[in-house]
């Protein structure tokens, strides 16, 4: 078996100002974080974290590797936070999928509410679970399923990267097939629809990763868009595994943008969550840019009316 196509797409969704999501879709890595904080920490959180996982995932393979990249991220974010008191208490949870084409396997550590699903033979299985209070309380027996999707709380998450100086990782393998799709997002997708509209995505797009990805996310805003959306879609496919180890990777890439996640710098550019990966094909991003820019282009316009207003007015007089 080897990876096959892979598409990875973030939103800002229709009620947020930032996003406050990242990805990596960088074969063998495919991962999401989603960032919490004040201002604008939580990008800076969700954007260390899937740097720290891109710069090394390269010359890794296994449970073990993803647990050590994650950890490796809690401590970069753990230790930005300590030396910034602006970014105090910022986290992120982080969903990293980790394939290994030689084993045919998938390693999968995770930490928070962001999840990975397995789609195969029609079949949607949720992989990881929930560090989330309202699925403790499901799995404790105290609050049905049907209760946590209105739950008032169901966003609070009861582990995160970066917020203390260890975390725990939940690690764990799936033997791989040809003809498994798998998904990585953030809550903002899994709040707003449920998995049948999921599968219907998948259907409606033929398996496409582009198309699933672009319905996705389409799909989270029809629903209301109350969160930043992201999803991570590959597939695993028939031949010869086709990966090369690639010990320098994106790694000089990779520190640039970490260097430029300063909170000086920070403030008020920020690079954009889908700009972690800078040159990988086929990573797009929709929306959070755009805004800004039109935002920009009316200010100018309203201006020169304004201009041209004041100068009539003032040879009318
Ligand atoms: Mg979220």
């Known amino acids: 078996m080897r990876t096959g196509r892979a598409s990875a797409l973030t939103d800002t969704g229709r009620r947020r100002m930032q996003n406050e999501d990242a990805f990596v879709c960088d074969p063998p890595l495919y991962a999401v974080a989603d960032g919490m904080g004040g201002a604008q920490a939580g990008e800076i959180a969700s954007r260390l974290a899937a740097t720290a996982l891109e710069e090394r995932a390269h010359d890794l393979l296994g449970e073990e590797a993803v647990a050590d990249l994650i950890r490796e991220a809690n401590d970069r974010i753990f230790r930005h936070a300590l030396a910034d008191p602006t970014v105090a208490g910022m986290g992120t949870t982080v969903t990293a999928l980790l394939v290994d084409e030689e084993a045919g396997t998938v390693a999968v550590g995770h930490v928070g509410d962001s999840r990975a699903y397995l789609l195969r033979d029609g079949a949607l299985e949720q992989l990881t679970a929930d560090h989330s209070l309202v699925a403790e309380l499901v799995r404790s027996g105290r609050l049905t399923?049907?209760?946590?999707?209105?739950?008032?709380?169901?966003?609070?998450?009861?582990?995160?990267?970066?917020?203390?100086?260890?975390?725990?990782?939940?690690?764990?393998?799936?033997?791989?097939?040809?003809?498994?799709?798998?998904?990585?997002?953030?809550?903002?997708?899994?709040?707003?629809?449920?998995?049948?509209?999921?599968?219907?995505?998948?259907?409606?797009?033929?398996?496409?990763?582009?198309?699933?990805?672009?319905?996705?996310?389409?799909?989270?805003?029809?629903?209301?868009?109350?969160?930043?959306?992201?999803?991570?879609?590959?597939?695993?496919?028939e031949g010869a595994p086709a990966l090369l180890l690639e010990p320098d990777g994106p790694t000089a890439e990779a520190a640039a943008v970490a260097a430029a996640v300063t909170p000086d710098e920070a403030s008020p550019v920020v690079p954009a969550a889908g700009e972690i990966g800078p040159g990988v094909e086929p990573v797009r991003r929709h929306g959070a840019g755009s805004g800004g820019r039109w935002l920009a282009l009316a200010a100018i316009l309203v201006a020169l009316a304004s201009a041209v207003v004041l100068v009539w007015w003032g040879l009318a007089r």
């Open 145 to 237: 399923p049907e209760e946590a999707e209105q739950h008032p709380h169901r966003s609070v998450i009861t582990r995160a990267l970066g917020t203390e100086p260890d975390v725990e990782v939940d690690t764990f393998s799936i033997a791989a097939a040809a003809g498994d799709l798998y998904l990585v997002c953030s809550d903002g997708l899994t709040s707003m629809i449920g998995d049948d509209q999921i599968i219907a995505v998948v259907d409606e797009a033929e398996r496409d990763p582009d198309g699933i990805a672009e319905g996705l996310v389409r799909a989270a805003n029809r629903a209301g868009g109350e969160d930043n959306v992201t999803v991570v879609v590959f597939e695993i496919v």
